[in-house]
């Protein structure tokens, strides 16, 4: 695809040697939808302090639902990532790719080491267990067509949320992160649910551990530069 509106962010990554002999710098690219799921990738390369091409798409202009962006990602969402033709489209499979390809041992407890099984669940337990019911919430509050619309299907979201939350809350109490006593991306996984909750007043009050938690990982620079920086997070 055409890099038109893409900027480029960070130090390179790698370099690939290529047939001159010379060597070339390969930047992954993030295709970018401000304010989604494609800001847990961006989080992540904020962290790592990887170079990345940010192409951004929008719900308005219709790039998602271009012929050339559904050869990346069949279902027209972000986000997708391209790292050199390494093309994959499933915001959790992209944070444990740059992980693992890129990670250098950080932001994952290692592999076979003490908090590696709560790691795995926690990053998988962001997607898989806490934005579904956020996603029912938005999509019978904003983006279903109004007669899709279900108040009871609301009310059996937002109750599934609130037992959600709760096992989040007991967890995260007076814990900086997640899994262990250090920043993971396990909490970039969950994290982007609380802040997408709270964006849309569907985060209570209680437990209050969760804001606690929130608000330190809001004050990370990489977190705000995702969010915030200029991506209309
Ligand atoms: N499970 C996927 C979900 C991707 C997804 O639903 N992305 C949303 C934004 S958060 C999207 O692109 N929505 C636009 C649309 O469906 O038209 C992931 O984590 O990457």
Redesign the pocket.
Same mark, same amino acid.
């Given at each position: 695809m055409a890099l038109r509106g893409a900027r480029r962010y960070g130090a390179p990554h790698r370099a690939t040697p290529v047939a001159c002999g010379m060597e070339r710098i390969d930047v992954l690219k993030l295709y970018h939808?401000p304010?989604?799921?494609?800001c847990?990738v961006l989080w992540l390369i904020f962290e790592l302090g990887l170079e990345c091409e940010i192409e951004k798409?929008s *719900?308005a202009d219709g790039s998602?639902?271009t012929k050339s962006y559904r050869e990346l990602n069949p279902?027209?969402?972000?986000?997708t990532l391209d790292d050199g033709g390494v093309v994959l489209?499933?915001?959790?499979?992209?944070v444990e790719y740059l992980l693992e390809r890129y990670g250098a041992g950080r932001l994952a407890p290692a592999v076979g080491s003490a908090g590696r099984a709560q790691y795995l669940q926690w990053l998988h337990w962001g997607?898989a267990t806490l *934005?579904p019911p956020i996603?029912a919430i938005n999509g019978n509050r904003f983006?279903l067509a109004e007669s899709d619309r279900s108040e009871a299907a609301l009310d059996v979201a937002r109750r599934q949320l609130s037992r959600v939350l709760n096992v989040l809350g007991g967890v995260v109490a007076n814990r900086e992160f997640l899994v262990g006593d250090e920043f993971s991306a396990a909490d970039i996984m969950v994290g982007y649910g609380v802040r997408?909750a709270k964006m849309v007043g569907e985060l209570p009050e209680q437990p209050e551990s969760i804001h606690e938690w929130h608000d330190g990982l809001a004050a990370r620079p990489a977190y705000q530069r995702a969010f915030d920086g200029g991506f209309g997070g």
């Open positions: 939808l304010g989604s799921r494609s847990r798409m *719900l998602l639902r279902l027209g969402k972000a986000p489209y499933e915001s959790g499979a992209i997607e *934005l996603a983006v997408l």
